[in-house]
């Protein structure tokens, strides 16, 4: 209303003075806007919680997604009591907290109806005001999975769940979450099996597991479901799948095995266990959500039904276990000091992901490799692909790698229309570069009598069946590859990852006794994403990808498709005169190369058509990885297994 009045003054000057002496009480007389205040919440304190917290859950009705919790916690103090509902997930770097689908909620104290206020501030707080002399407040509330992609992920379906604790819990403000102790109940559906690393093996509908301290809790979060399978990989440990049919279970010997020789790579990495036993939760659907969050004695693992059944086309899905796994040492045993927090309101800090997340990204190829997860040949064509896109992106002209661990807090994976020139949470791909950059540059200049492996065997072994959490710094990541290799390494990391840095980090490559070249045929790699998709990769071409029926899944930002006006959104009905196909759309890159007459397209854009023209002649344009060198080079060494 001011800002309109100040406006109107001024592009209509001939107003009277009196009228204007009338206006401007009105100005004056509107309520000035004060911040709002919360009330005061109890900051963490590292002092135990007097007392054994009972949540009750019931997560039967899977036809609706919705659980139905009873939490109850004995009274420490009279007068205001806080609960709080997670809000900082450990693994989601952000504060993804759901408390959008907590719902239903009643408070009770001695079994009294007792009002609850939320805070004006911390929408994630609830206050109570508790009499003296009273014993037990109790709190009954549904959590509603969501029912539709859309509404976030499916958590639930007629064949298999997935339990987080965090989002059917709150916990009492003041305590530092590993001092509150927590027994726990479960209703599963009727004849469906339970997995959770609180109790290792396969459980059954209904459980009632030993009392844990609430970070212990928050990090074993369990699946259950109708048909489930369990094999052993190790001692302590067990690949448990829950499947959207029976048959979806018919792992093969040798898959398996692969999965045998992960646990046993991975331990040879890194010389010791941080955790007393684990669970692989493999959700194998096409209804429930995917997933891939790290905890230390498990991780939740969710991909296509598929997993097992069409597992030669399908490498990039074998990808996930190795990179969840080794978060058990990279993030939850090591963990940048700004990533620890004392409970789930305080903010966590993001600056170190690209060791957190970006060398995690290495080990997980890497471990894919070694294991046979996935053959050496299939994890090259992916570091093709992601070589290729850091050395395409235009971002990287702007915007430091550094300056993506932000993104998690700023956008929590939202869908961005300009991810080549915006930069979208880079620190794990391009971090990873960086990562083979060190590896292979401690190799050469120690004769390949050191590599990376001496890195991850010192900074995140030690200590074994110890997990507890160990902090650290940028500081400590350079002092740790000193020992390996004196060298420069502040410098190293704060050029590739501080600074605003267009050319990508790819000296591995030549080091690695590869280069990277592109020719009209695409790798494997990108041949199995274009079947999955039913698209087609043009990314270094035409400068655009295209997904199903001609949708325009992106556009790379002053590419040949932005010039001609495409985005993302966008449906090609037609190539040059015809009905769209995939193929039909490269044999026009390949003929324009030839007849250097641009690529003409019909365009749907919402519910306009227009012709676009594209004069691109370049052909069609794929990364590879040419090995170069002779004999067994350092890039063969890193991705070989260790005996």
Same mark, same amino acid.
């Given at each position: 209303?001011?800002?309109?009045?100040?406006?109107?003054?001024?592009? !209509?000057?001939?107003?009277?003075?009196?009228?204007?002496?009338?206006?401007?009480?009105?100005?004056? =007389?509107?309520?000035?806007?004060?911040?709002?205040?919360?009330?005061?919440?109890?900051?963490?304190?590292?002092?135990?919680?007097?007392?054994?917290?009972?949540?009750?859950?019931?997560?039967?009705?899977?036809?609706?997604? $919705?659980?139905?919790?009873?939490?109850?916690?004995?009274?420490?103090?009279?007068?205001?009591?806080?609960?709080?509902?997670?809000?900082?997930?450990?693994?989601?770097?952000?504060?993804?907290?759901?408390?959008?689908?907590?719902?239903?909620?009643?408070?009770?104290?001695?079994?009294?109806?007792?009002?609850?206020?939320?805070?004006?501030?911390?929408?994630?707080?609830?206050?109570?005001?508790?009499?003296?002399?009273?014993?037990? $407040?109790?709190?009954?509330?549904?959590?509603?999975?969501?029912?539709?992609?859309?509404?976030?992920?499916?958590?639930?379906?007629?064949?298999?769940?997935?339990?987080?604790?965090?989002?059917?819990?709150?916990?009492?403000?003041?305590?530092?979450?590993?001092?509150?102790?927590?027994?726990?109940?479960?209703?599963?559906?009727?004849?469906?099996?339970?997995?959770?690393?609180?109790?290792?093996?396969?459980?059954?509908?209904?459980?009632?597991?030993?009392?844990?301290?609430?970070?212990?809790?928050?990090?074993?979060?369990?699946?259950?479901?109708?048909?489930?399978?369990?094999?052993?990989?190790?001692?302590?440990?067990?690949?448990?799948?829950?499947?959207?049919?029976?048959?979806?279970?018919?792992?093969?010997?040798?898959?398996?095995?692969?999965?045998?020789?992960?646990?046993?790579?991975?331990?040879?990495?890194?010389?010791?266990?941080?955790?007393?036993?684990?669970?692989?939760?493999?959700?194998?659907?096409?209804?429930?959500?995917?997933?891939?969050?790290?905890?230390?004695?498990?991780?939740? /693992?969710?991909?296509?039904?598929?997993?097992?059944?069409?597992?030669?086309?399908?490498?990039?899905?074998?990808?996930?276990?190795?990179?969840?796994?080794?978060? =058990?040492?990279?993030?939850?045993?090591?963990?940048?000091?700004?990533?620890?927090?004392? /409970?789930?309101?305080?903010?966590?800090?993001?600056?170190?992901?690209?060791?957190?997340?970006?060398?995690?990204?290495?080990?997980?190829?890497?471990?894919?490799?070694? =294991?046979?997860?996935?053959?050496?040949?299939?994890?090259?064509?992916?570091?093709?692909?992601?070589?290729?896109?850091?050395?395409?992106?235009?971002?990287?002209?702007?915007?430091? !790698?550094?300056?993506?661990?932000?993104?998690?807090?700023?956008?929590?994976?939202?869908?961005?229309?300009?991810?080549?020139?915006?930069?979208?949470?880079?620190?794990?791909?391009?971090?990873?570069?960086?990562?083979?950059?060190?590896?292979?540059?401690?190799?050469?200049?120690?004769?390949?009598?050191?590599?990376?492996?001496?890195?991850?065997?010192?900074?995140?072994?030690?200590?074994?069946?110890?997990?507890?959490?160990?902090?650290?710094?940028?500081?400590?990541?350079?002092?740790?590859?000193?020992?390996?290799?004196?060298? %420069?390494?502040?410098?190293?990391?704060?050029?590739?990852?501080?600074?605003?840095?267009?050319?990508?980090?790819?000296?591995?490559?030549?080091?690695?006794?590869?280069?990277?070249?592109?020719?009209?045929?695409?790798?494997?790699?990108?041949?199995?994403?274009?079947?999955?998709?039913?698209?087609? %990769?043009?990314?270094? &071409?035409?400068?655009?990808?295209?997904?199903?029926?001609?949708?325009?899944?992106?556009?790379?930002? %002053?590419?040949?498709?932005?010039?001609?006006?495409?985005? =993302?959104?966008?449906? $090609?009905?037609?190539?040059?005169?015809?009905?769209?196909?995939?193929?039909?759309?490269?044999?026009?890159? !390949?003929?324009?190369?030839?007849?250097?007459?641009?690529?003409?397209?019909?365009?749907?854009?919402?519910?306009?058509?227009?012709?676009?023209?594209?004069?691109?002649?370049?052909?069609?344009?794929?990364?590879?990885?040419?090995?170069?060198?002779?004999?067994?080079?350092?890039?063969?060494?890193?991705?070989?297994?260790? &005996?």
């Amino acid at each position: 209303m001011t800002r309109y009045l100040a406006s109107f003054v001024l592009v !209509t000057p001939l107003i009277p003075a009196v009228a204007l002496a009338q206006l401007q009480p009105l100005t004056n =007389s509107l309520p000035q806007a004060q911040p709002p205040i919360g009330e005061q919440i109890p900051a963490a304190r590292d002092v135990a919680f007097p007392g054994v917290i009972q949540l009750q859950v019931d997560a039967s009705d899977v036809a609706h997604g $919705i659980v139905q919790v009873t939490e109850t916690i004995p009274v420490t103090q009279t007068g205001q009591v806080t609960l709080l509902y997670p809000k900082w997930i450990p693994g989601d770097h952000s504060p993804t907290g759901p408390i959008d689908k907590l719902a239903g909620l009643t408070i009770s104290v001695d079994g009294q109806a007792a009002p609850w206020r939320r805070d004006q501030v911390d929408v994630f707080a609830f206050h109570i005001d508790v009499p003296a002399g009273a014993h037990a $407040i109790t709190a009954k509330f549904q959590y509603l999975s969501p029912t539709r992609a859309n509404q976030g992920r499916i958590q639930a379906t007629p064949e298999m769940l997935s339990l987080q604790w965090d989002k059917v819990s709150l916990y009492p403000a003041g305590y530092y979450v590993r001092r509150l102790p927590y027994a726990v109940s479960v209703v599963y559906p009727a004849g469906w099996k339970s997995a959770t690393a609180l109790a290792p093996g396969l459980s059954g509908d209904r459980v009632t597991y030993s009392t844990t301290d609430y970070e212990t809790l928050v990090d074993s979060p369990a699946i259950a479901g109708l048909y489930m399978k369990s094999w052993a990989l190790a001692a302590d440990f067990n690949l448990d799948v829950a499947a959207d049919e029976p048959r979806d279970l018919d792992a093969k010997p040798e898959q398996i095995a692969a999965h045998r020789r992960l646990v046993d790579q991975a331990e040879r990495v890194f010389g010791a266990r941080h955790y007393d036993h684990y669970d692989f939760l493999l959700t194998l659907s096409d209804t429930l959500g995917g997933e891939g969050l790290e905890h230390h004695r498990s991780s939740e /693992d969710g991909t296509d039904a598929d997993y097992f059944t069409n597992w030669d086309a399908t490498p990039d899905a074998r990808n996930l276990l190795p990179h969840e796994y080794t978060h =058990s040492w990279d993030g939850k045993y090591r963990r940048p000091a700004d990533l620890w927090t004392p /409970d789930y309101r305080q903010p966590m800090g993001d600056s170190l992901l690209w060791v957190y997340e970006g060398q995690t990204q290495y080990w997980g190829y890497v471990l894919q490799a070694r =294991s046979g997860l996935a053959s050496e040949k299939e994890t090259l064509d992916a570091l093709a692909e992601v070589a290729a896109s850091y050395q395409n992106q235009p971002g990287k002209s702007w915007r430091s !790698t550094e300056d993506t661990t932000n993104d998690p807090t700023m956008s929590q994976r939202r869908a961005e229309g300009w991810r080549s020139w915006q930069r979208a949470e880079d620190y794990y791909s391009e971090g990873q570069l960086t990562w083979l950059d060190a590896d292979q540059l401690i190799r050469e200049k120690t004769n390949g009598r050191r590599s990376l492996d001496d890195f991850a065997r010192a900074f995140f072994g030690g200590r074994d069946r110890d997990w507890g959490v160990k902090t650290y710094n940028f500081d400590d990541v350079v002092a740790a590859l000193n020992l390996v290799l004196p060298f %420069n390494w502040a410098a190293f990391l704060r050029e590739r990852l501080y600074a605003v840095q267009p050319k990508a980090p790819l000296d591995w490559i030549e080091r690695g006794g590869y280069r990277l070249t592109y020719t009209a045929e695409p790798n494997g790699y990108v041949k199995e994403g274009e079947t999955a998709s039913k698209g087609v %990769n043009l990314s270094y &071409s035409l400068g655009l990808a295209i997904g199903r029926d001609g949708a325009v899944s992106s556009v790379q930002w %002053n590419g040949p498709a932005f010039a001609a006006g495409l985005t =993302s959104g966008a449906t $090609i009905v037609a190539v040059n005169g015809r009905d769209y196909d995939n193929d039909g759309l490269r044999r026009a890159v !390949t003929h324009a190369a030839t007849t250097h007459q641009p690529i003409r397209l019909i365009v749907k854009q919402q519910d306009e058509y227009r012709t676009v023209s594209i004069p691109y002649y370049g052909g069609l344009r794929y990364a590879h990885l040419e090995k170069v060198a002779k004999g067994r080079t350092g890039l063969d060494r890193l991705l070989a297994m260790k &005996s």
